[in-house]
């Protein structure tokens, strides 16, 4: 059975850091590109990060370039994104995605205010 389990999300204050992690099981994680989303209320969901198989490829949503990093540890059959500086915009539901197969996490809030 594939899941994705994504943890780390709560509130925090403009400027402060959260550390996401999804970690995945009933595949092989080493075979498979992973991608973080984010979903805010009355907005479509959206691309946040992508990294390829063995971390070689990494790619960013503009607005986040400098602020997230993206990274993955094959070992633990884990992926996480690592979000400093947050901003109230970056308040959504992020989701964790096994992009090559295309199974999701259930989400976790991320909320950013003061």
């Known amino acids: 059975q594939v899941q994705l389990v994504e943890s780390g999300g709560g509130l925090v204050q403009p400027g402060g850091s959260l550390r996401l992690s999804c970690v995945a099981s009933g595949f092989t994680f080493s075979n498979a590109a992973m991608r973080w989303h984010r979903q805010a209320p009355g907005k479509e969901r959206e691309l946040v990060a992508h990294i390829s198989r063995a971390g070689a490829i990494i790619n960013y949503k503009d607005s986040v370039k400098g602020r997230f990093t993206i990274s993955r540890d094959n070992a633990k059959n884990t992926v996480y994104l690592q979000m400093n500086t947050l901003k109230p915009e970056d308040t959504a539901v992020y989701y964790c995605?096994?992009?090559?197969?295309?199974?999701w996490g259930q989400g976790t809030q991320v909320t950013v205010s003061s």
């Open positions: 995605q096994c992009f090559s197969y295309g199974y």
